[in-house]
């Protein structure tokens, strides 16, 4: 019996090759197509496939998936830059090809997801949360897509408890020390070379703390998340917004 017929868009980065080489080796997936910048995404139709992974550049995602959806190819998507607006527009683009399925993913690490579902979990027992997130020097952008999905997360969360705004009493914020603002939630990036991918959600309340910390040493640390993706988003027609929803959590 022959398996699902998966693509990988920006096989030649840091990520497509990582994810090549994992859907290579999984059991029930053949990898029929692996793009870089120059090949056309017309590839991918000559090869019937049926799953694309997505692992480019912020800049061209939304045309990338755009293809996918008008042609029936579901979607895992791991890039960046999937702001409200592009979400809104894809909504659109996937009330044309119901049946199609299509996750963005900021993260497909387990440990990240964990890591947010714990903060989603904890956000309405705290005054304070804060998110920070360390990355290598090469990543295009900042804040990163898992640390903004955190903060709406606890945003979401406080706003359902019906909680106000975190203290915070600064008056002058000279070169923005206190981080971008997510939905109310402060966001602090880091750039180092050494790292690969990390987040600390940090809580706080009269006399106490928690810190939830997840750390992604190596990018093989998010290759179960999208093998897993690969086999399951046909399941899950439109549009899913977090790995966390196609997991039993
Ligand atoms: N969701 C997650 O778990 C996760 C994990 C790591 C990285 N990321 C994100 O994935 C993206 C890729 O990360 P990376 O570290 O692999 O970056 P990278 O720069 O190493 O790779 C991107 C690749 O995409 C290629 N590319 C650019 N335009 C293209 C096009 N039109 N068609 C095909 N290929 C094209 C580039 O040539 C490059 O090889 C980033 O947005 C990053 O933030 C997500
Ligand atoms: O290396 C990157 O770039 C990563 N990007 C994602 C993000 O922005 O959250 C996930 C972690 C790695």
Do not use: C
Request: aromatic share 4%.
């Amino acid at each position: 019996m022959s398996g699902i017929r998966a693509a990988v868009i920006g096989a030649r980065g840091r990520m497509g090759q990582e994810a090549v080489a994992a859907l290579e080796e999984a059991e029930g997936i053949d990898l029929v197509a692996a793009l870089g910048s120059s090949d056309s995404l017309s590839a991918l139709t000559e090869a019937n496939v049926e799953v694309a992974v997505e692992l480019t550049v912020p800049a061209v995602t939304e045309q990338n998936v755009a293809f996918l959806v008008e042609h029936g190819i579901h979607a895992v998507v791991g890039t960046t830059g999937w702001n409200q607006d592009r979400l809104d527009r894809l909504e659109k683009t996937l009330a044309t090809s119901p049946a199609t399925g299509v996750l963005i993913a900021p993260n497909f690490s387990i440990g990240a997801v964990l890591a947010m579902h714990f903060a989603e979990l904890a956000a309405k027992y705290f005054d304070s949360a804060e998110v920070l997130e360390i990355h290598h020097p090469n990543k295009l952008d900042a804040p990163s897509g898992t640390a903004v999905h955190t903060a709406r997360r606890i945003a979401a969360a406080r706003a359902a408890a019906g909680m106000g705004p975190v203290p915070d009493a600064t008056e002058s914020d000279e070169g923005g020390s206190r981080g971008a603002v997510i939905d109310g939630i402060h966001v602090h990036a880091i750039r180092q070379r050494g790292r690969v991918a990390h987040e600390e959600i940090q809580f706080g309340s009269e006399g106490e703390a928690l810190t939830i910390r997840t750390d992604s040493f190596h990018r093989g640390a998010f290759m179960p998340g999208i093998v897993h993706a690969v086999r399951h988003i046909a399941e899950h027609p439109g549009l899913t917004h977090g790995l966390e929803h196609l997991l039993d959590l």
